[in-house]
């Protein structure tokens, strides 16, 4: 039974989720949103050094910063927000 269950726990593991990562969130009208052409600029409260927030399943789950690596970039983790759940 122990087998079964670790195959199992292995594929539910395999299972693959989207992730985003979010740099700032604000709440702008609808008129705002349909007046954006190429070019349009949108500022947001929140200042260039602030952590990105690491998503996964539309629940935020750690944070870090921007690194380039070649010519994309990555995010370093520098903090976890989803604690393990206790039995």
């Known amino acids: 039974m122990a087998d079964l269950l670790s195959n199992y726990s292995k594929s539910v593991l395999a299972i693959k989720t989207p992730v985003q990562v979010t740099l700032a969130r604000k709440m702008v009208p609808c008129s705002r949103i349909v007046d954006l052409v190429p070019g349009s600029m949108l500022t947001f409260d929140s200042h260039c050094d602030e952590p990105l927030t690491l998503e996964a399943g ?15 970039f990555g995010l370093r983790i520098r903090e976890i927000l989803v604690t393990p759940k206790e039995d």
């Open 58 to 72: 539309g629940r935020a789950i750690a944070t870090g910063e921007t690194v380039k690596i070649g010519d994309k």
